[in-house]
C-alpha cells in the first residue's frame, strides 16, 4: 500500500488533509495516509486528523527541523502539502525527488509564488478580472508554486463573486484534484519517477 506523509500548516483547517484520508478509507484512492505532520498542536486540522485516526507527528521549525520532518516522513513513498506555508529544507527535498505535491488554489502559473497564499489569492484573481480560476497540483521544488504543474481543475468566477465565494468553489476542485492527482500517480508509477 502507497504510504502518505501529509504536512500541514500552522492555522490549517485541514480539509485537503481530510478529504485525502476519507479517499483512502473509502477505497476511492489506493494509498493510506502514514502521517499528518503539524508545526503544533492546536490548529483544527489537527483535531481533524484525531477523529479520523490518524497517526499525528508535531514538528515545530527548529534547529534540527529537516532531521525531524525525515524521521516523521520514515517509511513514507509521497509527501502531500496540504496548507504548509513554508519551503521544505533540501534535504527533504532530496530525499523526495518528484514525489512532494503540493495543491495551490489557483491555476498557476499564474497567481502563484511567495505571499501568494489564503484569501490574498481569490482577491487577486478577481483584481485581475479572471473569468474563470480553479486550482493546481504540482510537484514541489525549491521556489514556491514553481514544480511541475499534474493537474488542474476550473471553476467559473461569477459576477458578484466575492473572495470567500470563490475561496469555497475553488475549494471544491481542490478536494477532487487531489485525490485525482494522487490516483494518477500511484497509478502510474514509472512515469512519476522520471
Ligand atoms: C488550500 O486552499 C490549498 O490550496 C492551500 O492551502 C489551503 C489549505 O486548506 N495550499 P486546507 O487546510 O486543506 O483546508
Known amino acids: 500500500m502507497v504510504r502518505l506523509g501529509i504536512l500541514i ?3 490549517g483547517r485541514g480539509s485537503n488533509m481530510a478529504s485525502i484520508a476519507d ?5 476511492r484512492l489506493d494509498a493510506e495516509v502514514a502521517v499528518v505532520i503539524a508545526p503544533n498542536d492546536s490548529s483544527p486540522g489537527v483535531e481533524t486528523a484525531y477523529s479520523k485516526n490518524l497517526k499525528v507527528a508535531v ?9 525531524n520532518l525525515l524521521e516523521a516522513l520514515r517509511g513514507v513513498d509521497y509527501v502531500c502539502l496540504a496548507g504548509y506555508l513554508r519551503l521544505l529544507p533540501a534535504e527533504v527535498l532530496r530525499q523526495f525527488p518528484n514525489r512532494i505535491l503540493n495543491i495551490h488554489p489557483a491555476l498557476l502559473p499564474e497567481f502563484g509564488g511567495k505571499g501568494m497564499y489564503g484569501m490574498r489569492v481569490h482577491e487577486t484573481v ?3 478580472g479572471s473569468k474563470e480560476s480553479g486550482c493546481t497540483v504540482h510537484l514541489v521544488n525549491e521556489e ?3 514544480g511541475e504543474i499534474l493537474l ?10 466575492t473572495p470567500e ?3 469555497v ?4 476542485e481542490e478536494h477532487q484534484a487531489y485525490v485525482q492527482a494522487l490516483n494518477e500517480l500511484i497509478h502510474d508509477r514509472v512515469d512519476s519517477r522520471r
Open 152 to 161: 488542474q481543475r476550473r471553476c467559473p468566477v461569477l459576477p458578484g463573486d
Open 59 to 67: 514538528v515545530p521549525p527548529s534547529e534540527d527541523y529537516a532531521k
Open 169 to 172: 468553489r475553488v475549494l471544491k
Open 144 to 146: 514556491y508554486d514553481k
Open 23 to 27: 479517499a483512502c478509507a473509502e477505497g
Open 165 to 167: 465565494d470563490l475561496a
Open 126 to 128: 478577481l483584481a485581475a
Open 9 to 11: 500548516g500552522p492555522k
